[in-house]
């Protein structure tokens, strides 16, 4: 049987209905599935979150926190992706040695000609968009390009556009999977639609059931491409769809910078002295590959290298994530072994209660479960912040600056259709289960 795991990333449980709505020939197949909520917990970036779907690890054992970790100091980020993760990816275990896995717009997963035929999903500082080479044989290949870095829209203030561009780019990547998913030497193949993110960020909420958007008529155009696409997919017997969204979208209230608080706690010193934000050359690059160089840097600026790492025990250098400034860790690091377990509990209890006092059951903590001892040498959050309705700023972006709140950002919840056959599937799902459910069924 041969399988694929469609991500409609970006939308609940509560789109469903609309969405089914918009795709009137899936409807028939999907309205039968079983919806089973999933709870990604603390996490909240796709990649975080991809990370436990893949390996069905937990952050603290797959190392996989966010977009990027810092390696030889808190102040200098890199781009997280597969080479990253301690764990195995385990959702493709089942490939059949003579077959390749279709992998199209999924976040961390790089390309390996010989096990993979693989469309990028943007993150990646590297000017290959499409795996193997063979594929640009084919004109629509070459035009392919992911759509990335969604956010840089609502600083541009140029949403609409964007909103254009965003449709045009998944309306190019259906017909490249298509392509792809007609080819018969495949078992394994997760496709992700990042549209639905993408438009949530730029739109809003509810976009699928609004009927006056600008955006509307284009938007329908793609979803009865996507519509035809999916209905012939779910005709053919052999063929079995997951459909799954890691996570969804709620209103964004406020925004809370994580290092003020720190250096307000006096455990974090942001260094004024530097005038220039440091480009985020990983960034750019990865940008200029999309956009054909024609994204300045400007654009891509960020907080790295704000921070006094010789006066800072701990800093968020990643969205929700605190780490400690552990000498073992980092080449400017602060604090020694011994002083590991007391700062980074200091912190604990310091965040703790002005979290609480602010914002109530709303802010959650997750304390790093796994005793330092039995860590991997490699940096590792001691705590993973959200709290809801609250966007957490982080050195991704320009400035420690708090700034307006987005429209939208991501919450836990999100969803897995499980096909009616099988019927002793949970009834609430964690990230780190798919790889069960998929590999079990
Ligand atoms: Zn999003």
Known sequence: ????????????????????????????????????????????????????????????????????????????????????????????????????SVLINVPLLKPNS???????DGSFPTNILVSPSELLRDASFQEYKPHAYSHVAGVLGIRNIMAYRCVESEQLRLSCTLNLLSRTDWQRAIWRVSLFDELSHLIGLRFL???????????????????DGLSQLFEQSQIEIFIISSYSHEKCLQRLNLNK?????????????????????????????????????????????????????????????????????????????AEHAATSQHVYVYLKKILDNRFGAAAKIEVNPQPLSERTGRPCPELIISIDGVDLIDVEDPGLLDTFPPRTMHSPSGFLAVP???????????????VEILNEF
């Open 114 to 120: 010989s096990s993979r035929v693989w469309l990028s």
């Open 1 to 100: 049987m041969r399988r694929i795991l469609l991500s409609f990333d970006g939308l609940g449980i509560q789109d469903v209905p609309e969405l089914l709505h918009r795709l009137p020939k899936t409807r028939r197949f999907v309205e039968t599935a079983k919806l089973i909520p999933l709870d990604t917990g603390v996490l909240r970036s796709s990649q975080a979150i991809w990370a436990e779907l893949l390996t069905g690890e937990p952050w603290h054992r797959n190392g996989c926190y966010g977009y990027a970790h810092p390696c030889k100091s808190l102040n200098e980020l890199e781009i997280s992706n597969e080479k990253d993760l301690y764990s195995r990816v385990q959702l493709l275990k089942n490939e059949a040695k003579q077959s390749r």
């Open 420 to 434: 009616a056959k099988y019927t002793n599937s949970p009834d609430l799902l964690k990230p780190t289960q798919l």
């Open 261 to 337: 608080l720190l250096a307000h706690g006096r455990f974090l010193t942001i260094d004024y002295d530097v005038q220039e934000f440091r480009d985020g050359t990983q960034r750019v690059a990865a940008m200029s590959a999309i956009r054909e160089g024609t994204t300045g840097p400007a654009l891509m600026r960020s907080s790295e290298g704000r921070l006094r790492t010789a006066a800072t025990q701990a800093a968020s250098p990643v969205y929700g994530c605190v780490l400690i400034n552990s000498r073992v860790w980092f080449e400017d690091g602060l604090v020694d072994a």
């Open 209 to 227: 059931g609004a009927e006056d958007l600008r955006i509307t008529e284009t938007l329908q155009h793609f979803l009865n491409a996507l519509d």
